[in-house]
């Protein structure tokens, strides 16, 4: 394989730096930069680096494409045709395009395959013969179970938390193990995927030391796992944007025996939360890099990194 893109939403470069050896598989990559951005939503951070644009000329900004209706972003409402994965295949390149949000659905014919079911889009996979290797797994983790609305003890909140590692980790694996298959059943050149319950777990137990150390080997075995199948040439793995623990400065924040909370955004889905987005974002490579990296740079990097030249500005 010429070159893997492994993708961990809301992996902290500093909270991996804390773990050091504990994640030997990220410390092994000799590069390593900072992703920094304004922007620090998933949707459009993604859609920056799968198009090498700013959001105000991709135009996917914000969490929904149609805030009345909480309605997902898809591939439909990004403003350009310049996407990564074309910009590969237009040089002999083949694709896996793994869960990338928002420009991975729907699933579209390309020379390679490419797999939606992520950041809230349904699951799908092209061509469809691959159907029986993708199974990747619940599509939605917010629920009442994982996430009780009104938690009103610190035991209530650990509890959830919990729950909702354990339905997380489940996820995680499935979202992996289809993976691997889809690498074995059917090699391409490139890969580039995506894991997003990472970030999920660390917005409601971002306080829960335990869970994070859990989380954060699961993120290194995965690396690792993934590496191992590829073989690639060349390796980066990445994220968006890293975390914060929320505190009293938040918008509606309160306490709850000693942890600062806010509201979700998602509809009714009033859920605690102990961490919050911040920029930078994490970026180890195996191939040399600028100190610095916007979301947009990512398109050239990869492009280099296949020796390839870039679609001209959009």
Same mark, same amino acid.
């Given at each position: 394989m010429r070159l893997l893109i492994a993708g961990f939403d809301g992996i902290d470069p500093g909270v991996v730096e804390s773990y050091g050896d504990a994640m030997p598989c990220l410390a092994s990559l000799p590069y390593a930069a !900072? $992703?920094? *951005?304004?922007?620090? /939503?998933?949707?459009?951070?993604?859609?920056?680096?799968?198009?090498?644009?700013?959001?105000?000329?991709?135009?996917?900004?914000g969490i929904f494409a149609d805030e009345d209706a909480k309605r997902a972003w898809c591939r439909d409402d990004v403003k350009t045709g310049r996407f990564l994965w074309r910009a590969l295949n237009d040089a002999g390149l083949s694709v896996g395009w793994y869960r990338v949000p928002v420009t991975s659905y729907p699933p579209r014919e390309l020379d390679g395959w490419m797999a939606s079911g992520t950041a809230g889009s349904p699951t799908g996979i092209w061509p469809v013969e691959l159907s029986s290797a993708y199974e990747p797994g619940p599509a939605n983790l917010w629920s009442k179970e994982c996430l009780p609305i009104g938690s009103e003890t610190r035991a209530d909140i650990d509890r959830a938390g919990s729950a909702?590692?354990?339905?997380?980790?489940?996820?995680?694996?499935? !979202? $992996?193990? *289809?993976?691997?298959? /889809?690498?074995?059943?059917?090699?391409?050149?490139?890969?580039?995927?995506?894991f997003n319950y990472t970030d999920t777990v660390q917005h409601h137990c971002f306080h829960d030391k335990s869970i994070m150390a859990q989380l954060h080997a699961w993120v290194d075995r995965a690396a690792s796992r993934i590496t191992g199948a590829c073989d690639p040439d060349q390796t980066m793995i990445l994220s968006d944007h890293g975390m914060r623990a929320v505190t009293p400065d938040d918008w509606g924040t309160h306490d709850k025996e000693g942890v600062w909370f806010t509201r979700s955004v998602f509809g009714n889905h009033s859920f605690f939360q102990s961490g919050m987005h911040r920029s930078p974002g994490l970026v180890r490579a195996s191939f040399p890099l600028p100190p610095t990296l916007t979301p947009e740079d990512v398109y050239a990097v990869t492009c280099r990194a296949c020796d390839i030249q870039g679609p001209p500005p959009a």
């Open positions: !900072e $992703l920094v *951005s304004e922007e620090i /939503l998933t949707w459009p951070i993604w859609t920056s680096m799968a198009t090498g644009l700013p959001p105000s000329e991709h135009g996917v900004t909702l590692w354990d339905a997380a980790r489940n996820a995680l694996d499935a !979202e $992996l193990e *289809s993976l691997l298959r /889809l690498v074995e059943v059917s090699p391409v050149d490139v890969v580039f995927c995506y």
